[in-house]
């Protein structure tokens, strides 16, 4: 299962809406130390196959370009070799430009135009560190194996792997968590610092498992390495034990929300953990969402002091009216954060809103415990959870 996976991840074409575009991206870029005369390949992952769409003499300066043209956002190979390439997520209309040494495509010096590609670079550097960390502790280990306190000493080596190992674990997770709305999150899910030497652990590490399919399975549940994904983490979970609705079941967990308060600070939604929450969507140009004011705000005076969070995306467009709301209506008490893009916000279709307001009330551990809840039903819920403990 899990090796079918990573083919999908790595040999997949991302299938998405978009609207009538010329769709031609152009990807170029400099390559430093570069062979005269030498050819570099393009190639576009589909399915489970590679299939070779373009090459070019890279001129004497080390420039190269491509221009392809593709209707959906799509994985494609930038490489001299099958042991040196660069994977890159590019989209319709996109100018791409990589610029990087020639025996590391992998790592590129720098990456515009494509955030995709960009947050993979920026990973493979990190996991490359930690790699490089521990072959610097298998070579110490050669240069002293046959001295004396070598007991001592291998002690001391696991310790220090075990430490590099903890910290590129919770750097994947911490990726995770800030890019979970992306599919760089599942590619980040199988990586390893070696081969059988998983990053997440399946076993330990099942809820970033979880967290991931819940937030891309409601974005591209027709995105095939989605359904395998999908599909694992059922078996995960069963295979643990883990009872639906029990306390260790994250499936239902709300999709991670990134976004910019007033005051411009990106604040999380998983920064809300630990109490129960109303995941809140309404704008200023919303009459419902203002007759609906009096009832959040009284509910929030009412159980606030016993762990009741307030997390309200605006869909505003203007930044002037959207705080204007919040000052004219008194809501600064809790926590307000837009990216002010409309219905073109990115929480539309992940959390398939058709209309507002809308919202979503999340347990302590961020699983949706209940939709909708409006007038009094907020309050009643809300008294189920905290007046009857």
Known sequence: MINRLIQLLFFGILIFHTGCKDNTSEISGSILNQTAGEYILLDELKSDILVPSDSV???????????VKIENPSFYLLKFNNNNFLTMLIEPEQNVRITAHHDSLNFPITVEGSEGTRLMAEYNRKLRSTIDQLKSLNKIYEEHQSGSGLTQLMDSLDSMAQNYLNEMNSYTKNYIDKNINSLVSLVALYQQVAPGVPVLDQTKDWKYFVKVDSSLFRQYPDYSPVITLHKQVEELVAGLGVKPGSAGQTAGIAPEINLPSPEGDTISLNSTRGSVVLLDFCAAWCAPCSSEIPNVGRAYDLYHPKGFQIFQVSLDKSRDAWIKGIEDDKLGKWI????????????????KIESIPANFLLDKDGRVIATNLRGERLEQKLAELFDKK
């Open 57 to 67: 003499k890279i001129a004497n300066d080390g420039s190269f370009r491509f221009s």
């Open 336 to 351: 307000h954060v837009s990216d002010l893009q409309y219905w073109n916000s990115v929480v539309v279709p992940l959390y």
